[in-house]
Nanobody
Framework: QVRLVESGGGLVQTGGSLRLSCAAS????????MAWFRQAPGKEREFVGG????????SYADSMEGRCTVARDNAKNTFELQMNNPEAEDTAVYYC?????????????????WGQGTQVTVSS
């Protein structure tokens, strides 16, 4: 069993920056491919970005390309999301997800483990 706990959410100003962290436990973290998803009110959960278990591959949603960076620290069992210049449309609950797949998929069905989510509200 893998346990994922997100942190770093809250109120963020437009034009600032956002950093979320996901702490993993319960399995060898380095063997997990990790991803961030988000879900806004009334919308489906959508892929933000992910990184493969060996950090060989990173992938981002088209809308996130150039604004977001994902990174992992296998020594600390942590996975992070950095977003620059957040906008009001980035307001959502952000979820950390894990899979034993080799690459980060954009489909929620491909992930076996999920965190409880952390609320991010972007306001001017």
């Amino acid at each position: 069993q893998v346990r994922l706990v997100e942190s770093g959410g809250g109120l963020v100003q437009t034009g600032g920056s956002l950093r979320l962290s996901c702490a993993a436990s319960g399995h060898v973290f380095s063997s997990l491919t990790m991803a961030w998803f988000r879900q806004a009110p009334g919308k489906e959960r959508e892929f933000v970005g992910g990184i493969s278990w060996m950090s060989l591959f990173k992938s981002y949603a088209d809308s996130m390309e150039g604004r977001c960076t994902v990174a992992r620290d296998n020594a600390k069992n942590t996975f992070e999301l950095q977003m620059n210049n957040p906008e009001a449309e980035d307001t959502a609950v952000y979820y950390c997800a894990a899979t034993f797949g080799q690459r980060a998929s954009a489909s929620t069905a491909d992930y076996d483990y999920w965190g409880q989510g952390t609320q991010v509200t972007v306001s001017s």
